[in-house]
Nanobody, 124 residues
Framework: QVQLVESGGGSVQSGGALKLSCAGSGFRFGDFSMAWFRQGSVNYREGIAVIIRDGTESYDNSVKGRFTISRDTATNTLYLEMNGLKPEDTAMYYC??????????????????WGQGTQVTVSS
């Protein structure tokens, strides 16, 4: 049974930092691509960071230089380090896993498993 559980969200002031975690079970992170998505005011999930099996990373321009995705395959844990947070970063953040381990993609349709989300709120 595949399970992804996010944690680490909260409320911070503009310019602050948070580190999100995604604990996985029922599968090996090393065999999947992993990604972080977020959903704010829009009614769909926006891909913001992806890491594939060989460790290659990709970021949406909205977070590039501020956020860092990483994973620990030994513990099946995915991380998102968030720095220089802005009010527009306010959203529900989701962890996702994709069977296409080779594919760097921000399309939510390419991912197979999802966590329940963790809320991040950034105030001015």
């Amino acid at each position: 049974q595949v399970q992804l559980v996010e944690s680490g969200g909260g409320s911070v002031q503009s310019g602050g930092a948070l580190k999100l975690s995604c604990a996985g079970s029922g599968f090996r992170f090393g065999d999947f691509s992993m990604a972080w998505f977020r959903q704010g005011s829009v009614n769909y999930r926006e891909g913001i960071a992806v890491i594939i099996r060989d460790g290659t990373e990709s970021y949406d321009n909205s977070v590039k230089g501020r956020f860092t995705i990483s994973r620990d395959t030994a513990t099946n844990t995915l991380y998102l380090e968030m720095n220089g947070l802005k009010p527009e970063d306010t959203a529900m953040y989701y962890c996702a896993a994709g069977k296409k381990w080779w594919k760097l993609t921000f399309s939510e349709f390419e991912y197979d498993y999802w966590g329940q989300g963790t809320q991040v709120t950034v105030s001015s």
